[in-house]
């Protein structure tokens, strides 16, 4: 079974940091590239970071040089290390694979947690 569930929410005030892991299980995890999306109190599903499988970055512009995506693939394990956070963060995040969601820069499903819980992220200003 396919399972991406996420750890490491919580609720912290603005300027503060939080670190999100996400462990996979049930599927290739070396070979896959993995998001990191968030879903908004008004439920919009927005795209945050990407790692390929041989460590291409990519960050959404609100989130670049305060978030930091990262995997270890001898865990099969991906982090994304959240700094000088703003109220505008919040939401619930969610970790997803091209192995099962493709393309992997679609919205459609992709915080509808499907393969595994996402983890709530609160940040009060």
């Known amino acids: 079974e396919v399972k991406l569930p996420v750890s490491g929410g919580g609720s912290v005030q603005a300027g503060r940091s939080l670190s999100l892991s996400c462990t996979a299980s049930?599927?290739?995890?070396?070979?896959?590239?993995i998001a990191w999306y968030r879903r908004d109190s008004e439920k919009k599903c927005e795209l945050v970071s990407t790692?390929?499988?041989?460590?291409?970055?990519f960050y959404v512009d609100s989130v670049k040089g305060r978030f930091t995506i990262s995997r270890d693939n001898g865990r099969n394990l991906v982090q994304l290390h959240m700094d000088s956070l703003k109220s505008e963060d919040t939401g619930v995040y969610y970790c997803?694979?091209?192995?099962?969601?493709?393309?992997?820069?679609?919205?459609?499903?992709?915080?509808?947690?499907?393969w595994g819980q996402g983890t709530q992220v609160t940040v009060s200003s």
């Open positions: 049930g599927f290739s995890f070396d070979d896959s590239e």
């Open positions: 790692i390929t499988a041989d460590g291409k970055l």
């Open positions: 997803v694979s091209d192995y099962f969601h493709y393309p992997l820069t679609s919205t459609t499903g992709a915080c509808e947690g499907y």
